[in-house]
């Protein structure tokens, strides 16, 4: 079936790639059309999984070069700017917590403290979920890490496969709206969303403006989920076996203390950037070279440039390439008058619910968030450009309609990476379940949150 699959990806991928290019589009470039074919074949490879994402990306960027739909300069531009150094940064940061043994002494200090019941479970995922997203800027390292702590959980309560699959789910699924909160929760999305807007938005900044809103989107998830997936037995959590495992970490190594002090030093760097100007791409990147240095460092060693993963890094570049190839071949704009309604509503609550409604729709078609984040956001900015609102506005509208949705496990990486017994124990079907169900949600926060609010701080 797996194989099928992919067959049927690759063929369908480079139809829409050939088709495009033999249609007569009105008003497209044959630059802006190459764009647009290439583009979608690649959306639909990553769709279907037809091979690792990294091999579709770098076949994208390397097709753009050579039919010479945009010069190398521009895609590869990514490169010249931080949010790359930011990911190898972060990847290697959230590998100094995992290596050094401090992810888990909180994870087991907190189970210990405030684990009891199924019910405190699942509410001591979104917490340790919260915690590390300020520590661990990706939210896979997180993610594996709670669910290494919940796998023993799970196996001290001798919990039955069906509620264990719920637990699962929970860690995966409470990545997805507290990475939103802090700019650095989730270095990869965020980061490309801060970009699409234009504009500078500090680590303090973000969290003014999409803290208060992705923290109730995370309460609301995990009421969800308490409500939606009930537990079939009552759970039993041995404490005393807990602190067993607690103890066999031993007393706090001086790797930990190191580790503790480059952590504090980053996050005071990256909540401060707007005072000392530093983007925290580059403070990310500096304070993960600085860790693996003698006698400041040595938390970081050369092996753990193996936890950097050149495909991440090859589909960031891709993600992000499709917008500014976009702009510069009129692909983006062909978009924008092609697709997006003629007429702009003035009532704010209606226009935050048509680019909610829109970012959707175009997400459960593409599949990706960092593709939406490419085509979409370009598209509804130079749609909602005549009112005059913030281009900040209209991009975190769009980047929280896309970012707190799925339907299935391929729509949102958070929830992907955990599918399967050998991950987050859940399948497809308890993720459909909880997506249909956010589909409610994301209107709650963006028409009924975010508007509001934002109009009360002054940004709509």
Known sequence: MSKNKSLIGLISGIFVAVLINM?????????????????????????????????????????????????????????????????????????AVKSSGLGERIAYAFIIKFVNSYRSIIIS?????????????????????????????????????EDASKIGLAVFASAVPVSMIFLTGDSVINTLAVQATGESISWLKWFVYMGPPNIISSIITCALILILFKPTAEVTVNKNEMKEKLSTLGPVSVKEKRTIVWLSIS???W?????????????????????????????????????????????LTAAMTIGRVGGVTGMNAWIAETILPSSIPSNPFVLAF???????????????????????????????????????????LVYTSIGIHYILPFHHLDVLVGLGEENGLYTQKEVMRLGIYLTMVVFIITVLVEVPYWRMIGLF
């Open 23 to 95: 249609l007569s589009l009105e008003g497209l470039s044959p630059q802006g059309k190459m764009c647009l074919g290439l583009t979608l074949m690649t959306v639909v490879f990553w769709a279907f999984q037809i091979v690792q994402s990294g091999y579709a990306s770098g076949l994208y960027l390397a097709l753009l070069v050579i039919f010479k739909v945009a010069e190398p300069d521009v895609v590869f531009s990514p490169w010249l700017g931080s949010t790359i150094y930011l990911v190898i940064g972060a990847y290697l940061i959230a590998s």
């Open 125 to 161: 995922i979104f917490f340790l979920t919260f915690i590390l997203s300020v520590l661990i800027p990706h939210p896979w390292p997180r993610a594996f890490l709670i669910m290494s702590v919940m796998s023993v959980v799970i196996k001290n309560a001798k919990i039955p496969k």
């Open 354 to 396: 048509i680019i909610s409604l829109i970012s959707m729709v175009i997400h459960m078609a593409l599949g990706s968030v960092i593709a939406v984040i490419g085509i979409a956001i370009p598209a509804l900015l130079i749609f909602t450009e005549p009112m005059g609102i913030s281009p900040i506005v209209t991009t975190l």
């Open 267 to 269: 996050v005071v760097l």
């Open 271 to 315: 909540m401060t950037d707007s005072i000392h100007g530093v983007n925290i791409g580059w403070i990310t990147l500096l304070i993960a070279m600085l860790m693996s240095f003698p006698v400041i460092g040595e938390v970081l060693t050369p092996k753990q440039w193996g936890e950097v993963p050149v495909y991440v890094l090859l589909f």
